[in-house]
């Protein structure tokens, strides 16, 4: 810097007198500050052109500005992405902008959008347009964001546990890889990556086998769908993708099903389900959903006929239901599973043709490919359940034959590429003590993990937001993974390390994808213009997998399917293996909203439990939170018990995830690791295991302890078509004033925002949960706060049981802020701190609150929460980064609930303004929690307007409020569950 821009910064130091004024005419009109500006701010340097003190101030002030956007730019060389629908010449500060991408699980994609402001990724939406996920999302979905901020990410290459960089990876390995090319063909080098249906990935993979033959590749996948390909191979010969056309169904039979569960499937699973059963309703039918399981789950809570079987009964069923549709007679004709399969056969069977009858992938090969049979067998192969090919490359070995080989002493070179085997691969490989056997390990993922504390090189890899890439939805779809920010740390992408490993010059992900999708020939404005529809849209139309037919069935195997044991020696226990609702497999266990979100159905937060069955609890006088063994084959893990409803009776279930050894990392030592104790053979069961108290206790904690409504009627059912509503909605007397209101009748001459919430829909998946914090900058609070009350969700998602404990039905019911016209809260605060505005909100004034929380103690529905410490005054700068800054970061010591997400109400009402003052048009503003959910549960908009949805769903006959016997009057009011009799109705909320 010259002597002039010096002197200006040490006067700036000092003050602002007329010497100073002085000097930043001349230095701002100064040939050297020109040349300045045109080196280091050239897009600002047109700023400059008058001398004048007022111009000069404009320009340092864009300066700044766009210093701080070049931290968020694209990188140099690299190609540019394209805003989703509007493409702006530049960013504008403190506009939004939403970009195409996919967020991943398991190798799966499912569209979104990412909002960004000022260059930094801050909420995930879903994709309206895509054909898969049309618009919703789930909890891994929206807790990425979270993922990109995280400060435990790996941040620089590593070798031998010390810093290193790329240019030293690459210089180590130019060499290695060339020897083990020409010496054997690459014979001795071993690639381990999860499940790929990235077609440019799988092109690359397909290349380096070709330059290296001698390569064998595997696929680690804890959750995996092995075994549903496997159940096609069984029953069609070769592995086949299974789709349901629930449109075209008038009953669902799911054995052991997964079909609504957290996974690959769904978002789009669970919007064709909603949708379907919609429609039947608007025909005045229900299409009722069959399930029987050994274990509760989402699928089984929304199921109108459930039953609590284990495997063994499930076989049994399984071969009743096949004789029967055959002609034959069942062998089973008493009990309660045999009135269950009486129910669904006889569904089936009135519906031949139009019938689904379902598996997921933990019910085993044999009991799935028995399943494709029943379909056949009832006539719904071909028209509700089609097959397509498999998504995921299939051709690669699993996880036992790399175990296997290394024991033999035969790999040399071992690249494991976004995988941890070390933590997840089945107890009974020795995967551990295999490793050790490799000369050279290779390792690259997000996070410092187990297996990395076992490699010779840890490579950071650059998050799905930082990265160039492509995967298939469940579909096929193509759908599109591209870059919201540049890296935050020194990372690389799967195809980046492996364009480093392989090609002559490394190439960046931008140039390997364009590469694989521009046609060979093709010009460049022809690409260009494609490419940018490519992104814009986010995927590629018409990818997704035709139906194939599927030809005759291989003949069943002379075995039959085994029949139910009888019980065996008490103490003796089937073990059967779940990944956790919230944090999956453990990949994402050290994301902070996940840790804390209340589990669907046991509300268990920062941990996993052992859930047992209230017979075996009883038999084995368990309580809830005593720590007992689970041991098998040598193998012992240990958990606290949880009694859960639904369980089958000699069942118990462990859940993947935890149990990490991860030092300094968030979810280091939270809960058991269910790991050892799994078999690679059959992954998802232990036939037998013994189950021995240990005389501790480890209470969980969680965030509802009742599961009954105890005689009220918080979740009400009426019969599909019934014409009466199911509460009264006459005026009732108030113990509190009524609102003020302008001229115009009930709602007044302004908007009447409002929400209804449809119970029949709400599969509680927990999706809307995580996208209001993500909106909402709620902070987590830790296991110890959570413990003593003090979580902080604004909304939360109440579980209820109906009926006997063996078998119950299950009742989600979303609960946030209900807006009251007439508010207790209002009422309650002595310093009107909580007020309602003119269209209706019930706010919060921050500033005003003085923390007596007297406002939570007139509240019925117990929605206001209370920060009693500074949950957000520790949290690391990168962290901060995600924090939406249109909404205030709440002091301690105040009141904090729903908001209708007020910040999104403020903003369609500004952009009314800027045209000619149009009324809000209905949908223009959509709520996190309405956004997020894949079923469309949640509607939002203006109760004033009589065309809206919101205000047709308030006029449905099902549309009634919570505790309305208190005439709060509720903006947010519930549609009934649906069942299939009308005397389900006579007592609302069943007898529990």
């Not at 990235?198 to 290296?212: C, G, K, N, T, V």
Request: include cysteine.
């Amino acid at each position: 810097m010259s002597a002039d821009l010096a002197s200006l910064r040490a006067r700036l130091a000092a003050g602002n007198g007329p010497a100073f004024w002085r000097s930043l005419d001349a230095v701002a009109d100064s040939p050297e500050f020109r040349a300045f500006l045109d080196t280091e701010y050239p897009a600002a340097a047109r700023l400059a052109a008058a001398p004048d003190r007022r111009g000069f101030l404009k320009l340092m002030a864009a300066s700044f500005a766009l210093s701080g956007l070049s931290a968020c730019g694209q990188p140099d060389g690299r190609a540019q992405e394209v805003p989703y629908v509007r493409q702006p010449e530049r960013i504008i500060p403190g506009a939004p902008l939403a970009y195409a991408s996919a967020a991943l699980v398991d190798g799966f994609a499912n569209g979104i959008t990412v909002t960004t402001r000022n260059g930094r990724p801050l909420k995930i939406e879903g994709n309206a347009d895509h054909p898969w996920s049309r618009g919703g999302t789930d909890v891994f979905a929206q807790s990425s964001v979270l993922g990109l901020y995280d400060p435990f990410r790996l941040q620089t290459p590593q070798h031998l546990g010390r810093p290193s960089s790329w240019q030293a990876f690459r210089a180590a390995m130019t060499g290695r890889f060339a020897a083990l090319k020409a010496a054997a063909g690459g014979r001795g080098l071993h690639l381990l990556t999860g499940p790929v249906t990235s077609p440019s990935l799988a092109a690359q993979i397909a290349a380096m086998r070709r330059d290296f033959p001698g390569m064998r590749w595997h696929v680690s996948a804890p959750v995996g769908r092995e075994a549903l390909y496997e159940g096609a191979r069984l029953a069609y010969g070769r592995p086949l993708e299974t789709r349901w056309r629930f449109d075209r169904a008038r009953v669902v039979v799911s054995l052991d099903g997964d079909v609504l569960d957290p996974g690959p499937g769904q978002v789009g699973q669970a919007r064709d389900w909603i949708d379907a059963r919609r429609a039947a309703a608007a025909a005045r039918r229900l299409l009722a959903l069959h399930h029987a399981g050994p274990s509760p789950s989402l699928t089984s809570a929304k199921a109108d006929a459930p039953l609590a079987v284990g495997s063994d009964g499930i076989a049994a069923i399984v071969r009743d239901l096949l004789a029967e549709a055959g002609g034959g007679a069942a062998q089973d004709r008493s009990g309660p599973a045999a009135a269950w399969r009486a129910r669904a056969f006889a569904a089936l069977d009135a519906a031949r043709g139009s019938g689904v009858v379902l598996a997921g992938a933990q019910a085993g090969p044999e009991l799935l490919a028995q399943v494709h049979r029943l379909n056949a067998a009832f006539g719904n192969t071909g028209r509700t359940v089609f097959h397509t090919a498999p998504v995921p490359v299939l051709d690669a070995e699993p996880l036992a034959a790399l175990a296997e080989t290394m024991r033999r002493g035969e790999v040399e070179t071992l690249v494991m590429l976004d995988v941890n085997p070390v933590y997840d691969a089945p107890g009974d490989l020795g995967f551990l003590e295999a490793l050790a056997r490799v000369p050279l390990k290779i390792h690259a993922g997000l996070y410092q993990d187990e297996t990395a504390f076992h490699c010779d090189w840890n490579l950071p890899l650059t998050h799905p937001l930082e990265s160039w890439g492509d995967a298939r939805s469940l579909d096929g779809t193509v759908t599109l993974i591209q870059p919201t920010v540049r890296p935050l740390y020194d990372g690389r992408s799967v195809p980046e390390i492996l364009s480093i490993l392989t090609d002559a010059e490394a190439k960046d992900g931008g140039a390997l994808l364009d590469a694989h999708w521009r046609r060979p020939g093709e010009d460049d404005a022809a690409w260009t213009a494609r490419r940018e529809a490519f992104l814009q849209a986010g995927f590629l139309a018409g990818t997704a997998l035709p139906p194939e037919p599927v030809g005759a069935l291989v003949p069943a195997p002379a075995a039959p399917i085994r029949a139910a044991s009888p019980a065996g020696p008490a103490r003796r226990v089937e073990v059967l293996f779940r990944p956790d609702p919230t944090v999956w497999d453990g990949s994402v266990s050290n994301l902070a909203w996940l840790q804390e979100l209340p589990k669907p159905l046991t509300k268990v937060v920062w941990g996993n439990v052992i859930a047992v069955s209230p017979v075996l609890a009883e038999r084995e006088e368990l309580r809830q939170g005593d720590v007992v063994a689970l041991e098998a084959e040598g193998r012992r893990i240990e958990g606290p018990v949880w009694i859960q409803p639904g369980q089958a009776e000699d069942t118990v279930t462990v859940s993947l995830g935890y149990g990490r050894r991860t030092p300094e990392q968030l979810a280091d030592g939270l809960g058991y690791d269910a790991y050892p104790l799994r078999r690679s053979a059959t992954p998802w069961r232990i036939a037998e295991a013994t189950l021995a108290a240990t005389g501790r206790r480890a209470p969980p904690v969680t965030t509802q302890n009742h599961g009954t409504m105890e005689g009220h009627d918080f979740v009400r059912v009426q019969a599909v078509g019934a014409a009466t509503p199911v509460a009264s909605r006459e005026a009732l007397p108030s113990l509190y004033p009524p609102a003020p209101t302008s001229p115009g009748g009930r709602y007044g001459a302004e908007r009447a925002w409002g929400m209804v919430i449809d119970l029949d829909a709400c599969i509680g998946c927990n999706a809307c949960v995580t996208a209001c914090q993500s909106e909402n900058n709620i902070p987590v609070v830790g296991r110890e706060e959570v413990a003593l009350g003090r979580w902080l969700h604004w909304l939360r998602i109440d579980r209820y049981y109906e009926g006997g404990l063996d078998a119950p039905k299950t009742h989600f019911m979303p609960v946030p802020c209900m807006h009251c016209e007439q508010a207790p809260c209002e009422v309650g605060c002595p310093v009107e701190a909580t007020v309602h505005d003119r269209e209706g909100l019930n706010l919060m004034v921050y500033n005003r609150c003085v923390g007596t929380r007297a406002c939570s103690s007139y509240c019925p529905y117990k929605v206001r929460r209370f920060n009693y410490l500074d949950y957000s005054g520790d949290t690391a700068p990168v962290q901060q980064q995600q924090r939406n800054p249109e909404v205030t970061v709440r002091a301690r010591g105040v009141m904090e609930k729903c908001t209708y997400c007020v910040q999104r109400i403020a903003a369609a009402r500004i952009d009314a303004t800027k045209g000619d003052h149009a009324p809000i048009p209905d949908g223009a503003v959509e709520t996190a929690c309405q956004g997020a959910c894949p079923t469309r549960a949640i509607t939002f908009g203006d109760l004033r307007d009589a065309g809206s949805r919101v205000a047709a769903a308030a006029a449905d006959p099902r549309n009634y409020g919570l505790l309305s016997e208190l005439n709060t009057r509720p903006r947010t009011t519930y549609l009934a569950r649906l069942v299939e009799d009308a005397a389900a109705t006579a007592k609302p909320g069943g007898a529990l």
